[in-house]
């Protein structure tokens, strides 16, 4: 019966929503598996540039087949697609999603490979497709997986969530090949808030290598940062192992180490003294953990968590606190136990 499955997967018509580099990435995997593959945009000139290139500007060397199409047309990306995937910003979720609802038919799939969380209703990004889009069947990927390299066919391992097994496991043999191995859970809500949430820890690790200090401090940071992250998404009802999984620990170490991230890049330039602002502008792509780091606080304030490094971070984000302050609070926070439940033998 797998095998009847797996073969009558092998050849879909997908459709990428959205021509960032993350959404392009997807497509060229999609391709290389033998899928029929159409990329839209909401952004004309991003689309002109797809077509006259065959090539992303942020992805460099990755070559767009010329069979892929191209297109800013709602109607001819969504209409006898067998899986939307959704790669646009989290900021613009929601007006996507808007967008194509009246054409998404009953159960169809859609898979949303974004990350974050939306400001002021601290719904996670499949929630607010199930709001937008209540007739489809939403799943989400998430772990660590930089386009960059997803491009261009560097080993990955990533996540994918679905209410049902069966959908899970759909996705699964679409993407699944020898270089990009997908694994499946069920915990839609832990996996979404370990990917939204990291991307603030990442912002604070970037802080930290701005201001100069070393690899001491970039293992504190990612080891409290998922204990808090953990604290939180428990709380919320998530797993507390897929915390300590590819979508937890393993996104955050990749999104905290690596040059790849544009939330560590702005992190960097904070620390070296530029204002919110200026580091967005100097990155020139949308960094999401600024976006997730007012409703993380709002989520710690209506769940009553602490959450003392993505505090740190709303403070020099927002507020105009000094980064190595910030760094000083944290350190000469009240003495702690590491892990509280841990029985003492005397």
Request: aromatic share 4%.
């Amino acid at each position: 019966m797998e095998e009847r499955q797996a073969m009558k997967e092998k050849h879909c018509k997908v459709s990428i929503i959205g021509g960032g580099s993350w959404g392009i990435a997807l497509a060229v995997l999609l391709h290389k598996n033998g899928h029929e593959v159409t990329v839209w945009s909401a952004l004309e000139t991003e689309i002109r540039m797809l077509q006259e290139h065959h090539e992303h500007k942020m992805l460099p060397g990755v070559k767009l087949p010329e069979e892929m199409v191209f297109t800013t047309e709602t109607r001819e990306a969504v209409e006898g697609k067998g899986l939307l995937v959704m790669a646009v910003a989290s900021s613009y979720t929601r007006t996507t999603a808007r967008r194509l609802s009246p054409f998404v038919e009953k159960g169809q799939k859609i898979l949303n490979a974004a990350k974050g969380i939306e400001e002021h209703t601290l719904m996670t990004l499949s929630d607010i497709i199930r709001q937008e889009i209540p007739q489809a069947d939403v799943a989400v990927m998430s772990g660590p997986s930089h386009a960059e390299e997803v491009g261009r066919g560097v080993p990955t391992t990533i996540v994918v969530g679905a209410e049902s097994r069966d959908t899970a496991e759909y996705i699964q043999n679409l993407f699944m090949n020898e270089v990009f191995r997908v694994y499946v859970s069920p915990d839609i809500l832990g996996m979404e808030l370990g990917g939204a949430l990291k991307n603030v820890v990442a912002l604070a690790a970037g802080i930290a290598d701005g201001l100069g200090y070393g690899d001491n401090t970039k293992a504190a940071l990612i080891t409290r940062g998922i204990t808090e992250i953990a604290r939180l998404g428990t709380t919320m009802g998530g797993r507390f192992e897929t915390f300590c999984g590819l979508t937890g620990i393993g996104d955050l170490i990749v999104t905290c180490a690596s040059m790849h991230s544009r939330n560590r890049r702005a992190g960097i330039l904070i620390g070296q003294g530029k204002t919110c602002d200026e580091a967005m502008a100097e990155v020139r792509m949308v960094v999401e953990g600024v976006h997730s780091a007012k409703a993380a606080m709002e989520l710690a304030e209506k769940y009553n968590v602490q959450l003392p490094i993505i505090e740190q971070v709303n403070e020099v984000l927002f507020r105009g606190k000094r980064a190595d302050q910030a760094v000083k609070e944290l350190m000469l926070r009240d003495k702690k136990i590491e892990v509280s439940d841990l029985p003492w033998q005397m």
